[in-house]
């Protein structure tokens, strides 16, 4: 229900990510402006059910504005990997889909926190679509 270069903008801000998360994730240090690649950043994260703030480690390996996907490698916590590829999409006529492919590893907790990782994803969707100003 919008357009893939507009999504695509969204998934790409800081200033997004901190709103699509917020009430799941709180960040301290992330910088202003877009994911770059190349780019590596520590910031803190707070998992206010969770855990306090813990470092995290994001480097970005790709940014292909062309094509609209972005690749990171992440870290941080219990998480020594987290490899995630984030595709927006044209489907045409003014949609677009987001999808995000994640592999991780956290030893023996990768079981719970696959089920976190995947509602913090589902979560973040009603905040993306208020972002872009579509309906819920």
Known sequence: EVDAGHLWRSCVSYDDLKKTMAGLIKYQGL???ELTAGQSIEINVDLPLFVPKMPWWIEVIERDDTRCILKTSERGGSIKSYLHTMTVRDEGQGVSSLID?????????????????????????KPRRRLLGLPR
Request: proline content about 7%; charged content about 20%.
């Open 31 to 33: 910088p202003d402006g």
């Open 101 to 125: 492919h994640i592999e991780f590893d956290a030893g023996w907790l990768s079981g719970p926190m696959s089920l976190w990782i995947g509602y913090m994803y589902r979560a973040r969707n």
